[in-house]
């Protein structure tokens, strides 16, 4: 997938939020430690590993596409592709109000360590907390969320 059509659909799944552009997933993808796992044109994640430690910055699934384990595949092979490079903890932040990305994290085995509050902007509207999100990953049950 390219960095525009990343850049497409992030706008796409993340409308009214805060946009990740084509010149910021190109100056992502330079760094070594940016990983980019993807399911065709239906969704992406990136995260960065530094081991022992990884950092889910990202997942985005085509709104068409959206209620169909799609995030979920996303996640799975995420947290598989972080412990197979030799990370032991994935990290993230979720909107405090994005309840389907909550379910899919809780599902998934991360626990909250802790609240950042006003972390995501909003055009026009109030800015919500970001929850800070852990899983320890085990190479041996990894990406079974």
């Known amino acids: 997938m390219t960095p525009a059509r990343m850049a497409e659909l992030h706008a796409q799944a993340f409308a009214g939020g805060e946009i990740w552009t084509e010149a910021a997933i190109r100056a992502l993808l330079v760094r070594p430690a940016t990983h980019v796992v993807t399911l065709g044109d239906d969704g992406f994640a990136l ?9 889910l ?3 985005a699934v085509a709104p068409a596409r959206q209620g169909r384990g799609i995030g979920a595949e996303l996640l799975s092979k995420t947290m598989a592709d972080a412990a197979q490079a ?18 899919l994290y809780t ?14 902007a909003r055009p026009g509207a109030v800015a919500q907390d970001a929850l800070v999100l852990s899983c320890l990953l085990h190479a041996e049950n ?3 969320p």
């Open 86 to 103: 030799g990370a032991d903890t994935l990290f993230l932040e979720v909107a405090a109000d994005n309840a389907a990305a909550r379910a």
């Open 142 to 144: 990894s990406g079974t």
């Open 57 to 59: 910055l990202t997942i």
């Open 47 to 55: 995260l960065q590993i530094l081991p022992p430690e990884a950092e």
């Open 107 to 120: 599902r998934a085995g991360f626990a909250r360590i802790g609240r950042r509050k006003g972390y995501f």
